[in-house]
């Protein structure tokens, strides 16, 4: 089941909205700590303070000759509209060539959810779709950051953990870590290392990374979960999924997305 939930939940999708204003050049991309937004209930409220807003912080930072960058993590757990108060915002102060620009990063649904917030969203921004690390980057991930440190990996030992990861960030982190943490040093990371810490390594992923995302889910969403675990690695038509739910795609839709 980790092994189908690493392969399904690693892709990400970043969307950009760009500025008309020439002052803004910058396209860098950034994470930032998940914004709660506090925008009225009401949604002819929430528009209207959205879209305001957006022009008057767009017009402050083009007083003071530059720009305004808002980075938004897990932007998929925004409500429909809130997302769409801040899509409004947005276009505003791109009707007003304004120096406003967003960086947010999210899971596959955020498309949709940009659709329904506002049917115009999807040709707002650019929605490039992130993957896994390839092999040899991955390996330069583990072994770069430890020879600045003097210290060398065995090669059979990143290759393990390269395969046990299938290139995921945050894996590759947590796996390198832990070994690091377990070898005896001082200048040496082994095969042995790695082998002697995945125990820990899966208990560290168990109780944060898999905990804290599973329980967010649903009965149904679980099940689901279970029944593409069941059917080995991926990927998989949402028909392979229904057979083993006995359930039909109109059914599972829902849940899927």
Avoid at 114 to 128: D, I, V
Wanted: aromatic share 8%; with cysteine; net charge positive.
């Amino acid at each position: 089941m980790y092994k189908r939930l690493c392969y399904t939940s690693h892709k990400r999708l970043y969307l950009r909205h760009g500025s008309s204003d020439e002052s803004v050049q910058s396209r860098g991309w950034c994470a930032a700590p998940r914004a709660r937004w506090s925008i009225q209930t009401d949604r002819r409220c929430r528009s209207r303070a959205a879209s305001t807003s957006g022009g008057s912080v767009g017009k402050a930072a083009q007083a003071h000759h530059t720009g305004i960058l808002l980075t938004i993590d897990e932007i998929q757990y925004l409500e429909r509209n809130d997302f769409g108060a801040l899509v409004l915002g947005l276009h505003r102060a791109a009707q007003l060539s304004l120096p406003v620009m967003i960086t947010g990063a999210g899971l596959p649904s955020l498309l949709a959810l940009a659709g329904e917030a506002k049917s115009y969203a999807e040709r707002m921004f650019y929605f490039p779709s992130i993957g896994s690390l390839a092999v040899s980057e991955a390996r330069e991930a583990i072994a770069a950051p430890a020879a600045k440190e003097g210290v060398q990996w065995e090669d059979s030992a990143i290759q393990v953990i390269v395969e046990r990861t299938q290139g995921y960030p945050y894996f590759l982190q947590e796996f390198a870590k832990q070994a690091w943490d377990a070898a005896p040093g001082p200048v040496h990371i082994r095969l042995s290392d790695v082998k002697a810490s995945l125990k820990t390594t899966m208990a560290e992923l168990d109780a944060g990374f898999f905990r804290i995302r599973f329980d967010r889910t649903t009965d149904s969403e679980r099940a689901y979960l279970r029944a593409m675990a069941s059917l080995g690695p991926g990927p998989f038509a949402t028909s392979a999924v229904t057979k083993v739910l006995r359930r039909t795609t109109n059914q599972l839709g829902p849940v899927r997305d």
